[in-house]
């Protein structure tokens, strides 16, 4: 699957989001993007979910339990939860019922920026072993081109303010 190019952030998480969810198979996906300064989440996208409890989704901050868990230990984790109920297995109340899940880190080689969870394995109880290798790859590759565009972008923005604090005559030598 081709993935971006990375120069717009916000298209290639959407395009992360709805493609993993077809690769992998899932009832919906959700996938969070931590801001710099780890205060909240910069970016929530997710496939296969209605707005409504998307946004239910962003204003919970969803950053805690196994979300925090997935970020901070840098592996991907699959989970049964027969019972349904999101708090069960450490995703915040405002999530839809969870029956089984996996969930990866968005990782760079310095830096942990988000996680993709998948909910709800299509055609089967559970995800497989396979499931997570393909997710856990994908998002290593996400986060290093989601890393390399950020950066693309800050330097971007450091030009354009560069050119307008130089006089005139600088900028056509």
């Not at 190019?5 to 709805?18: K, Q, W």
């Not at 996208?45 to 901070?72: F, I, P, Y």
């Amino acid at each position: 699957m081709q993935i971006a190019s990375g120069h717009d952030p916000e298209a290639l998480l959407n395009a992360v989001c709805h493609g993993a969810r077809d690769l992998i198979g899932a009832r919906y996906a959700v996938l969070a993007i931590r801001e710099r300064n780890g205060s909240g989440w910069m970016n929530l996208t997710t496939a296969g979910m209605d707005a409504a409890k998307t946004d239910r989704l962003c204003r919970s901050g969803a950053d805690a339990g196994l979300l925090d868990q997935v970020m901070t230990e840098r592996r991907g984790k699959r989970f049964d939860n027969p019972g349904g109920e999101p708090m069960s297995v450490g995703l915040p109340a405002d999530f839809p019922p969870v029956h089984c899940g996996l969930i990866a880190p968005i990782v760079s080689l310095q830096r942990s920026y988000g996680w993709i969870l998948m909910v709800d394995k299509l055609g089967a109880e559970r995800f497989s072993e396979e499931d997570e290798r393909l997710l856990v790859i994908h998002a290593a590759q996400t986060g290093r081109i989601y890393e390399s565009g950020s950066l693309y972008n800050e330097v971007k923005r450091a030009t354009v303010l560069l050119r307008a604090r130089l006089p005139a005559e600088a900028l056509s030598v």
